[in-house]
């Protein structure tokens, strides 16, 4: 097997270390409140909890490329959400039961620890095997194996070796552990699950079954399943791979979905009352939820899975989203970022009413823009442009969205799965909130009842926000610089 692909951070070299060195330096494209990794790649948020009065957040961390190799866990905290402290990787896959990396899983706060739960997962001649494990953070900060690991050894009958991805929660008496999984039989995806009541010893107890028609059933792997309870209603989301595009839904090289309705353990069902794509822009995948949150229910989300980004020219890719709260309205699941606003300091704000239109010269791209309209069926555009007219816009007509990237794209490879996104809702839309910073776009339809998140990567020219309204009724407007 390749060596550099499956080398741990414990073997950088003196090299490995100055190099690592000039990459932090760099800032170029780097947001100022999304996480990044300091070099390398970042992909899905793990482990993330309330735990010991802090936040810990891990992500899937390739440290030495930015290409998908062995994967560690990286580890932050915060006590905001927003300002995070990085302490290097915690879990380093040196072990024979994780010899080709500690893959994704979740967190739960028992006691006086908070268990992580992970994929061990270990790469084959003829193919691929899972195991799952387990390493306990301990409010010293440390990360510690557990000596009886795995906790699940390889796969269940019946499923290939795709099964990774745990979530465990307890329910009554109970501890359950969801795992995303790929079916021998039909090579389809579906989410197992496993019952315990030490979180030590597992039985298997079968499939979920998922009470819903949908195309997204379909799929040959579904990854990163999790469960929460907002507002009272059971969610359950999940990461399924291999979709076909329908109409404006599923448009990314992999999507993400959310189910609300009800889970009832005793007969692994769950009935859904409404689903949905999670974000309906170009970049997100693999979200997570706040274990043990003291506040409102949380994700945060892998902005992305493009393999080629124009980052990687400076030693990284990838970043996370917001943490984004979460509320159920009108039976759907709404999604902002509400602590950044509070946490974040405001520079230069302005408001003002618009009549046909009005451009705001940016002198940088970390900034927040609230528009508003009262007009039901409003039409009106907002856009982002440079100087060499290079432009990414999302107009609204009625209750119809289209989002282009058009003029931002950067790699061809990236345009398979086109440069543009589109939605019709089915309520009016009276506000568009849109956070920006440096080189990613979070757009709130109606505080969040749809997002679109968009990657954009500029040059060095000047930028512009343009708004205008098509049929010139009043918009208002909010405009301030973020940082933190
Ligand atoms: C999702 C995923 C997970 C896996 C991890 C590996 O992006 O493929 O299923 O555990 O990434 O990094």
């Keep these: 097997m390749n060596e550099l692909k499956y080398k741990t951070i414990d073997l950088a070299s003196k090299n490995d ?85 500690a893959y994704s899983g979740a967190a739960i706060v028992e006691g006086e620890q908070a268990y ?25 900060n440390r990360v510690v194996k557990y000596s009886g690991n795995p906790v699940i050894q390889s796969v269940p009958n019946g499923y290939t070796g795709h099964v990774r991805d745990p979530k465990v929660l307890k329910r009554g008496e109970h501890y359950f552990m969801l795992l995303g999984a790929q079916r021998e039989k039909d090579l389809q995806g579906c989410i197992i699950v496993y019952q315990s009541n030490d979180m030590l010893h597992w039985d298997f107890k079968g499939e979920l079954s998922i009470n819903v028609e949908g195309k997204f059933l379909d799929a040959y792997m579904f990854e990163c399943p999790d469960l929460l309870t907002v507002d009272g209603h059971d969610v359950l989301i999940f990461s399924p791979q291999g979709v076909e595009p329908c109409s404006f839904r599923f448009h990314n090289k992999f999507n993400v979905i959310y ?30 939820s706040l274990a043990n949150t003291p506040d409102k229910q949380t994700i945060i989300a892998w902005a992305g899975t493009d393999e080629v980004l124009p980052s990687m020219e400076h030693g990284w890719i990838h970043c996370l989203t917001l943490p984004r709260s979460l509320s159920v309205k009108s039976n759907r ?55 060499n007219g290079k432009e990414i816009t999302l107009s609204i007509q009625g209750k119809n969205i289209l989002l282009s990237r058009k003029g931002y794209e950067h790699h061809d490879s990236d345009w398979n799965f086109g440069s543009e996104r589109q939605l019709e809702t089915d309520y009016d839309i009276n506000n568009i909130k849109i956070i920006s910073d440096e080189s990613i776009l979070e757009i709130y339809i109606n505080d969040g009842m749809d997002v679109f998140t968009c990657l954009f990567f500029p040059d060095e020219s000047n930028h512009q926000v343009n708004i205008s309204s098509g049929k010139n009724q009043p918009l208002d407007v909010e405009f301030k610089y973020l940082t933190i």
């Design 333 to 387: 699941l709404c999604q902002f970022p509400e602590q950044l606003l509070k946490t974040a300091n405001n520079h230069q704000q302005l408001e003002f009413l618009i009549k046909q239109h009005e451009s705001i010269e940016l002198n940088n791209l970390s900034f927040y823009l609230d528009v508003h309209t009262n007009n039901n069926n409003d039409d009106f555009s907002i856009s982002l442009q440079n100087s």
């Design 17 to 101: 270390l100055d190099k690592f060195e000039v990459i932090k330096e760099n800032s170029k494209y780097r947001p100022k409140f999304h996480i990044t990794p300091p070099h390398g790649l970042l992909n899905d948020p793990n482990g993330f909890c309330y735990f010991n009065n802090e936040y810990h957040l891990f992500y899937q961390w390739y440290p030495f490329d930015t290409f998908h190799g062995m994967k560690h866990w990286m580890h932050l905290t915060s006590s905001d959400l927003f300002h995070w402290q990085e302490h290097g990787a915690k879990i380093t896959p040196t072990e024979k039961y994780e010899s080709h990396g």
């Design 116 to 140: 992580l739960f992970y994929t061990g997962n270990i790469k084959l001649e003829s193919g691929r095997d899972a195991n799952q494990c387990l390493a306990l953070l301990s409010a010293d």
């Design 259 to 288: 189910c609300l309705g009800h889970i009832d353990f005793d007969t692994l069902t769950f009935d859904v009352t409404h689903w949905d794509e999670l974000d309906r822009g170009f970049d997100f995948y693999a979200p997570q």
